[in-house]
Structures are given as C-alpha cells and as structure tokens.
C-alpha cells in the first residue's frame, strides 16, 4: 500500500505515538496492580481502593504522556517550541478536571454509602450523582477562570510574537549596491591563488582585511570564488580595485563586526 503523504517522519512519528501511549497506559496498570495488589495487599472492593487506583493508573499515564504530546505537536509542525506554553496549559487544564472528578467520587462514594446506605438504591445513587457532579462543577469554576486566563494569555503572547515576526519581513532593508564591473573586481592572479588555498570562512568566500599597494589596510573584504570582490563591510563606496590588492590577511573572527544589511555594500548591482 502506498502512503499518501510525504511526510514520513510525521507518519512514522505517529505510528510511534500510538504504540507509546498504549504501552504507557499498560505498563501503568501492570505497575499499579503489581504495587496494590501484590506489595500492599490491598482490598479492590473497598470503594476508596478502586477509585485510587483508577486515579494512579490514570493520572500516571497521562503525566508520561504530557512531553510527547508536545513533542507531536512540533513534529507534525502545528507549532513552534515557543507555543509549547499553550499546550502546556491546556494539558494541565484537561488533568486538573479528571482529577478533580476522580477526587470528588473517590471522596463521595464512601462519605454517602456510609451514611445512607448502598449506592445501588434508586435514592442514594441519585444523591451520589448530585454530590459527585455538583462538587466538581463548584471546583471547576474557579479553575475555569483560572485557566481561560493562562491560556488566553499564551495565545495572546503567541500572536504577537508571530506578529513581530513578521513585522520584520514586512519592510525590509535592502543591502546597499552599486555595480563595478567585473574586470575592476578581479584580484591579481598571483594574490587569487594564494587565497584559493586559505581556508574559506563561508563556502564559496573568504572574507580578508586587504593590504594594498599603497599601503593601506581595507578591513572586512568579502571575495568570492576567490577570485573578486562581491563586497565590502562599512564603506559607503569602493575606494579601490581588485588590481590594487598586494596581500591579505584573514579576518579575525573571534570579534567579528557588526555585519548587518545597512553596513553591507554590495558591488555587483544586486541588493536583494
């Protein structure tokens, strides 16, 4: 069978996450029951018991589940790490609401058969709805406001950063470009082949502090292919040739400069 998609990581990713979350929630009832059951020796018909189990088992498999939950969220591209913070919080949300049910009729359940007998009559079972479900809806409404406020918050802080990100890219600087020609670039053929065998500091170009035949210094001198000059760093116009350059020396760049568009004077015409 061939797969639609063409996101295998994704596919496999989530073929991966569904054994996982069947092994994590088997491997805490195997836990819990080797724990209850075998080493404490722990009555299951005692109401109280069984509740706390169910309580352990899943509480236990759900916090294992909180990381690759997020992480799915990132593989599958829904969001970015800095958005994790909302999931985050939804998780903790949805955990809090099961425990509380579980912790309202771990506490009612044995509270109401002691008092008005077995939860089978018509009578006490209708009470124990009441109390289990009045309860926990009286403490989910704080923990309602709670939460709608944390994780309004963290979609309010997740669309402005994603609207400064692209604020960014809306107007951007272009880098400063005049054409020279390329003859006027070319560096001297004895300088190029000594270049050629320096190691380049980005791939495809060394970036020097030419010396040349004058005597001066040019720092910051971007050579391409190393052969010509694509640009130079701080320099508001090209004061020199290609033909002028008589030595070199690679720039230090355990404290670079500054390299940013607006210092960055390109010489081959393109300022995109």
């Known amino acids: 069978m061939k797969l639609r998609s063409n996101n295998l990581r994704g596919i496999w990713f ?7 979350a069947i092994g994590g929630f088997t491997l805490s009832v195997l836990f819990w029951n080797w724990l209850l059951l075998r080493q404490l020796k722990a009555d299951f018909h005692n109401p109280q018991i069984a509740i706390g189990w169910m309580v352990a088992v899943f509480g236990t498999w759900f916090v294992t589940l909180i990381p690759l939950m997020k992480k ?14 909302t999931v985050t919080w939804w998780l903790i949300w949805i955990s809090l609401t099961i425990g509380s049910f579980f912790l309202a009729v771990w506490f009612w359940t044995p509270f109401i058969a002691s008092r008005f007998g077995s939860i089978k009559n018509p009578t006490t079972s209708l009470l124990w709805v009441v109390a289990v479900f009045g309860s926990w809806l009286v403490a989910l409404i704080p923990l309602m406001i709670v939460m709608y406020y944390k994780v309004d918050k963290a979609y309010e802080d997740a669309r402005i950063r994603r609207e400064l990100k692209a604020e960014k890219f809306k107007d951007p600087v272009k880098i400063k470009a005049v054409f020279i020609e390329e003859s006027k670039r070319r560096l001297p053929k004895e300088v190029s082949e000594k270049l050629k065998k320096t190691p380049q500091t980005i791939k495809g170009g060394h970036l020097i ?8 210094k040019i720092k910051n001198v971007f050579i391409s292919r190393g052969k010509e000059i694509l640009g130079v760093y701080d320099q508001e116009e090209l004061t020199f040739e290609g033909a002028d350059i008589a030595n070199f020396e690679t720039a230090d760049l355990t404290s670079p400069p500054d390299f940013t568009q607006k210092i960055w004077l390109r010489l081959d015409g393109n300022s995109a």
């Open 209 to 216: 502090t030419a010396i040349l035949k004058d005597g001066r």
């Open 14 to 20: 989530w073929l991966k996450w569904i054994l996982t």
């Open 72 to 85: 799915k969220e990132t593989v599958m591209g829904h969001m970015d790490k800095q958005d994790e913070s």
